[in-house]
């Protein structure tokens, strides 16, 4: 839990803040469901697959369902090589090709279609808890507040954020699609202080991921704050953070408000 004597003394100007698990619970059962070859499965891909067909009319929901994970483990094994981000619209030109499509010939409006489709569904995964509304409205009056989010399309993060009514406590939203690079790289964190204009040392980093989030923070001078709701270890390598949390709201007495 927080030692909140401690953290008081922290001479912070800025809290900035993680998005998934973080202000906003992920909830993967909130997805769509869609039975593809017989089993049920959470994915976006019902969705998807109608707005694809109409291009390609011989195209099946599970050869679609097949490329659309191919597309994201790439996606994965490249960002896991040096912390490049892959956007979405690169990942789904990379979609394209497993399916033996050209996504430079596809129809005006195509892409931005699926990018929309997807983007409202995997919406309806994030949930907002009640609380964490008024903390960051009263965060927003003392301390200067950033989002740093690693997430391959801009628009689904600000469409989280502005459901919640939170959008405008934000003095920036960096999101790793904009910046070409993910936590822990320390270009995104380097920017949102950037834009903040706040030095690392004025800064609290809270975050869910301790290979991620602390140790990015760590890594460029930011205190940092890691919510461990279930009391795991810290892992092998990673810093011990300043303050660990159990949930987003015990920052009250972190700090004193």
């Known amino acids: 839990m927080p030692d909140a004597s401690r953290s ?35 994915s976006t891909a019902g969705h998807l697959h109608p707005i694809l067909r109409a291009w390609s009319p011989d ?5 679609f369902h097949k490329a659309l994970q191919e597309s994201w483990q790439e996606a994965e094994r490249r960002r896991a090589i040096d912390h490049r981000e892959v956007a979405a619209p690169e990942r789904f030109a990379h979609l394209f090709r497993c399916l033996a499509l050209d996504p430079d010939r596809c129809p005006p409006g195509l892409l931005q279609g699926l990018l929309d489709t997807h983007r409202r569904e995997l919406s309806k995964a994030a949930e907002f808890p009640a609380h964490h509304g008024p903390l960051l409205t009263d965060l927003a009056r003392r301390y200067r507040l950033a989002l740093v989010s690693n997430f391959d399309y801009t628009p689904t993060a600000l469409g989280i954020l502005r459901e919640a009514g939170v959008a405008d406590l934000f003095d920036t939203i960096v999101v790793s699609d904009e910046i070409g690079w993910r936590k822990p790289a320390p270009v995104i964190f ?17 975050g869910d991921r301790p290979d991620i989030d602390v140790l990015g923070a760590h890594q460029v001078g930011m205190r940092t704050a890691w919510i461990n709701p279930d009391a795991a270890p810290l892992p092998p390598g990673i810093p011990k953070p300043d303050v660990e949390l159990r949930d987003l709201g015990d920052l009250r007495p972190v700090l004193g408000i």
Not at 15 to 39: K, M, Q, S
Not at 191 to 206: D, K, P, S
């Open 8 to 42: 008081e003394r922290m001479d912070v100007r800025a809290v900035f803040f993680d998005l998934f698990d973080t202000l906003v619970r992920f909830d993967r059962d909130r997805l769509p469901e869609v039975t593809i070859a017989g089993r049920t499965v959470r």
């Open 59 to 63: 195209l099946t929901l599970e050869t």
């Open 190 to 206: 380097e920017e949102a202080l950037r834009r903040v204009g706040v030095t690392a040392e004025q800064t609290l980093f809270v």
